[in-house]
């Protein structure tokens, strides 16, 4: 076990090395640390667990409310699941929707202001001709920029995915019902991309500051 730790270890540091060669974190970075409360990491990870679960569903269910379609108990299971997975994740958005109403965390979120704007330009020049990024937790910019998109994909989602179900439930145009459907699954690809893109940058900030403390 020990081996394997070890083993693991020098891994990560060569992939590290790796990264650091291509971009490096600026440490000379001035830009006020985006904090977070307990109820803000706790709702945040909940709507990340839930909406990885949406997805993973999504591609296991098939809806036997079809007429003439014949589903098996198990994707009969996560059907019903995602139904009530789903409408679970958009009460949880909502909640933290309204817990990020006040100017720093919109400021974050959203940054499409005249500053905002200018950040995410500079974020942009930073990467692309100095090869470096803001360190991790930093307020909006290009980092923020990126969250809010990655929220607001994940609400439109939720909603088109609530709509369809409260509409086809009413006895609304089979048309009607049908667009809304293809809505939501149009606004899942982008959450997926987001998802995928999220983590994979996650990980290189991680393994890039985290070498970066180690050599400091």
């Known amino acids: 076990?020990?081996?394997a730790q070890?083993?693991?270890?020098?891994?990560v540091q060569k992939i590290s090395g790796v990264l650091r060669r291509v971009v490096t974190i600026d440490d000379s970075s001035t830009r006020p640390?985006?904090?977070w409360t307990t109820l803000n990491k706790t709702l945040h990870?909940?709507?990340a667990s839930l909406i990885i679960l949406q997805l993973l569903s999504s591609d296991l269910m098939h809806s036997p409310w079809k007429p003439g379609r014949v589903v098996s108990d198990f994707s009969a299971f996560f059907f019903y699941f995602h139904l009530i997975a789903g409408c679970l994740t958009l009460f949880v958005?909502?909640?933290?929707f309204l817990l990020n109403l006040s100017e720093a965390a919109r400021a974050h979120l959203y940054p499409?202001?005249?500053?905002?704007?200018a950040d995410i330009m500079a974020d942009l020049r930073q990467i692309f001709c100095q090869r470096k990024m803001q360190p991790a937790h930093r307020c909006g910019g290009l980092a923020g920029l990126v969250h809010g998109l990655g929220f607001l994909a994940?609400?439109?989602t939720a909603l088109t995915g609530a709509s369809w179900l409260l509409l086809r439930q009413m006895g609304f145009a089979p048309d009607l019902v049908h667009f809304v459907k293809e809505c939501h699954e149009f606004m899942t690809t982008f959450v997926w991309i987001y998802v995928i893109g999220h983590v994979c940058l996650a990980v290189v900030h991680?393994?890039?500051e985290d070498d970066s403390h180690a050599n400091g």
């Open 45 to 47: 990870i909940s709507f």
């Open 112 to 117: 499409w202001g005249r500053q905002g704007r």
């Open 6 to 11: 070890l083993k693991a270890r020098s891994w």
């Open 93 to 96: 958005l909502v909640c933290y």
């Open 1 to 3: 076990m020990a081996l």
């Open 154 to 156: 994940a609400v439109g």
């Open 206 to 208: 991680f393994l890039v």
């Open 33 to 35: 640390v985006h904090s």
